[in-house]
């Protein structure tokens, strides 16, 4: 069948409005769409009644899959948990395969090196911030940063959260963006595992410009750049007698790992930064839990959780400076 929409909804995760093309669809079934799947946990009809099965024609509505797919994706019914992973383990791969060969990304970090080349003329920027004044104090700053080799172009600057389509417009113009006081939405975040751009995050306009003019000038540090692993949602918060306040969660995307760190955003914000320090499924330890599955965890050094939290989980690395 096909994708008709989807969307993530608060306490039931992925829903996506199916439509069947060929065979018959039934609760319980596994379904792979693009490089996720799920096994129907229930589908309702176009009057939201609960129905069991649905065949061709039949426009339903879904819960299950543990990502939200895009309009306009065909899905397939598998026969068992195991085959739906291979597919979906395959189209990662190949999307990753894609990005080797893609054209590569500017960052901060290789633009000195690409200028000693003669291969950058202009660094293109997207500009985010909080507020206007903000905004033009930080355009201003940046394009008079002295440099007879590379300009600073503004492709885009405006207030608000970075979206999805910041990003697709900074990878298709080769530009950084730069985020003053705002956060990164989630479709962005999701948009830029797909196009590697570089996304710098401020808070102090000084550091934003002395960025940019180390690395014009070729002496920008390190950089700790944080790998996304996976996105979970808490849903209940129970307190148990020996292990204190424990978050039961669902795992949206990825895999989630024992001591792996985590950033907990709370409507999009960043509450609390710290590290798993235990992963349940039921009531055993375990190493890692994957998407579509539930678990338990506590974050070391908090318990203020709440239903809806969204806890994201990352490992670093250091990017060194490319001369």
């Excluded at 009809?45 to 129905?51: C, K, L, S």
């Excluded at 397939?76 to 999307?95: G, W």
């Excluded at 999701?190 to 710098?200: G, I």
């Excluded at 974050?299 to 994201?312: L, M, R």
Aim: contains cysteine.
């Amino acid at each position: 069948g096909i994708v008709v929409e989807a969307n993530l909804s608060q306490g039931k995760g992925a829903v996506s409005t199916l439509m069947v093309k060929s065979g018959t669809l039934k609760e319980g079934d596994f379904i792979v769409v693009g490089p996720y799947y799920g096994k129907i946990r229930a589908m309702m009809d176009d009057r939201g009644r609960a129905i069991k099965t649905a065949g061709p024609s039949m426009p339903l509505e879904m819960l299950g899959l543990s990502n939200v797919p895009d309009a306009g994706e065909l899905f397939y019914a598998v026969d068992t948990e195991k085959q739906a992973r291979e597919i979906t383990q395959r189209r990662l791969e190949q999307v990753k395969n894609k990005r080797l060969y893609a054209v590569p990304r500017i960052t901060l970090e290789d633009l000195h090196s690409q200028m000693q080349k003669g291969a950058i003329k202009e660094l293109n920027v997207v500009l985010k911030a909080d507020v206007q004044g903000s905004l033009e104090a930080l355009k201003d700053s940046l394009a008079k940063i002295p440099s007879d080799r590379v300009k600073v172009k503004f492709i885009h600057s405006a207030v608000g959260d970075v979206n999805a389509s910041d990003v697709v417009l900074a990878a298709a113009s080769q530009a950084i963006i730069i985020a003053f006081h705002v956060a990164v939405d989630d479709r962005a975040k999701e948009e830029n595992e797909r196009n590697l751009v570089d996304v710098r995050e401020y808070r102090i306009i000084y550091d934003a410009v002395n960025d940019v003019k180390k690395a014009l000038e070729g002496l920008l540090e390190a950089k700790i750049k944080k790998n996304f692993l996976s996105r979970i949602e808490i849903r209940e918060v129970f307190k148990l007698s020996k292990h204190g306040i424990v978050a039961g969660c669902y795992v949206q995307k990825g895999k989630v790992h024992r001591k792996a760190k985590v950033d907990v955003l709370r409507n999009g914000e960043i509450i609390f930064s710290g590290s798993v320090s235990s992963l349940k499924r039921f009531k055993d330890d375990v190493r890692d839990v994957s998407e579509g599955m539930e678990c338990g965890v506590t974050i070391e050094g908090f318990d203020k959780y709440q239903q809806g939290d969204i806890i994201e989980a990352y490992e670093t690395e250091s990017i060194a400076q490319k001369l």
